[in-house]
Nanobody, 121 residues
Framework: VQLQASGGGLVQAGDSLRLSCAAS????????MGWFRQAPGKEREFVAG????????YYADSVKGRFTISRDNAKNTVFLQMNSLKPGDTALYYC???????????????WGQGTQVTVSS
C-alpha cells in the first residue's frame, strides 16, 4: 500500500493542525494504521494508532487528551487531529500501516514520506 501524508505546517503553541494520510494500492480497511514522529536527533516514536475498523484507538502518553486519530475507510484516509500543540510536538510526522494494531514501530511495514510539523513558542 502507498501512503501519502499531508497537512503539516508552522503553527504557534496552542494552535491545532489536522494531518491526513491517504492510502492507495491495497484494501485500506485491511490495515491498522499508526502515526509516528521523529524530531531532529531523536528516534522515531509512536504517537497514535487505530485498528482496521476505527473501534480501537491508542496514544502515547505525551499526546493523550490532545491528539485524536480517526479513519475514513470509504476515503482510504487516516487523520490525526492535533490540538493544544506544544513546541515539543515539533517533528516530522509519518503515517504507517500494519496488519495488527500495535505501537511497536518495527511491526509496521508500509510508511508514508512524512509531513513536517513545527510549533513555535
Amino acid at each position: 500500500v502507498q501512503l501519502q501524508a499531508s497537512g503539516g505546517g508552522l503553527v504557534q503553541a496552542g494552535d491545532s493542525l489536522r494531518l491526513s494520510c491517504a492510502a492507495s494500492g491495497r484494501t485500506f480497511g485491511d490495515y491498522a494504521m499508526g502515526w509516528f514522529r521523529q524530531a531532529p536527533g531523536k528516534e522515531r516514536e509512536f504517537v497514535a494508532g487505530i485498528n482496521w475498523s476505527g473501534s480501537i484507538t491508542y496514544y502515547a502518553d505525551s499526546v493523550k487528551g490532545r491528539f485524536t486519530i480517526s479513519r475514513d475507510n470509504a476515503k482510504n484516509t487516516v487523520f490525526l487531529q492535533m490540538n493544544s500543540l506544544k513546541p515539543g510536538d515539533t517533528a516530522l510526522y509519518y503515517c504507517a500501516a500494519n496488519s495488527l494494531a500495535t505501537p511497536v514501530r518495527a511491526t509496521y511495514y508500509y510508511w508514508g514520506q512524512g509531513t513536517q510539523v513545527t510549533v513555535s513558542s
